[in-house]
C-alpha cells in the first residue's frame, strides 16, 4: 500500500476509529504541534552527537519522542472515544510526568547548571536545537489546551506532561551551554 493514499486530498482526514475530520480540526491541529515537537526533539538529539550533550540528553530525548508517539495516539481520539482508545493503547500517566519531573529535579540538585536569569538561545548548536524544541513544546501545549475546550475528556495529564517537558528542556539547553562553555575554556590556545 503506498503512503500516498489520496483519501486527504479534499481536505479531511481520519482520526482513530475512523471519524473523518478536516484538517483543520483542533485535533489535528494539536497532533500537528505534537509532531512538530518530535521533529525538533529528532534535530535536537542530532545536533548533539558526539558532544557533551551525548549521550545524557540524546538518550532521553529519544526515550520521550517514543511517549509523544503515545500522546499523538490519545489527542486523535474524537469525543465520546477515549474511553475505547484506553482499552485499546496506552496513554499518557501521572508516573510519565512524574518521571519527567525527576529528571527536572535531578539537573537542578546534581548538576552544575550555570545560567544568568533569562537565557538567550543560541549559544551552541545542540542548545539552540533544544530550545527550539522547548519553543515547540510550548506550542503544542497550547494547542491541546484550546482542544480541551471542545474536547473536555481528553486527558488533563497530556498538557501538564508537556509544561514538565518544557521546563526540562529548558534546563537541558542550559546545561548543554554549560559542557560546552567547560569545553570551550579547556582547550588550549593557539598562537598564529
Not at 486527504?8 to 497532533?31: C, E, M, W, Y
Not at 469525543?79 to 482508545?85: A, I, L, Q, V, Y
Not at 496513554?91 to 552544575?112: I, R, S, Y
Not at 513544546?137 to 517537558?165: F, K, M, Q, V
Request: overall charge negative; aromatic content about 6%.
Amino acid at each position: 500500500m503506498s503512503i500516498a493514499t489520496q483519501t486527504g486530498d479534499q481536505g479531511d482526514t481520519s482520526l482513530l476509529f475512523g471519524k473523518r475530520v478536516p484538517k483543520t480540526d483542533p485535533h489535528i491541529r494539536a497532533n500537528g504541534a505534537v509532531d512538530e515537537l518530535s521533529a525538533r526533539l529528532g534535530l535536537a538529539r542530532a545536533s548533539l552527537k558526539g558532544t557533551p550533550g551525548d549521550p545524557f540528553i540524546t538518550g532521553g530525548i529519544f526515550a520521550i519522542q517514543k511517549e509523544l508517539v503515545t500522546v499523538m495516539g490519545q489527542i486523535a481520539v474524537a469525543p465520546g472515544d477515549h474511553e475505547r482508545h484506553a482499552a485499546q493503547f496506552p496513554v499518557v500517566t501521572p508516573a510519565m510526568t512524574d518521571a519527567l519531573t525527576g529528571l527536572v529535579h535531578d539537573l537542578e540538585q546534581n548538576h552544575k547548571i550555570e545560567f544568568h536569569r533569562w537565557a538567550t538561545p543560541g549559544d551552541c548548536m545542540g542548545c539552540a536545537a533544544i530550545d527550539l524544541a522547548r519553543t515547540a513544546c510550548r506550542s503544542a501545549e497550547r494547542d491541546i489546551i484550546a482542544l480541551r475546550e471542545t474536547d473536555p475528556d481528553l486527558s488533563a495529564e497530556i498538557p501538564r506532561y508537556l509544561n514538565r517537558l518544557s521546563d526540562l528542556l529548558w534546563l537541558w539547553a542550559r546545561w548543554v551551554e554549560t559542557k560546552e562553555a567547560a569545553a570551550a575554556s579547556d582547550v588550549p590556545e593557539t598562537t598564529a
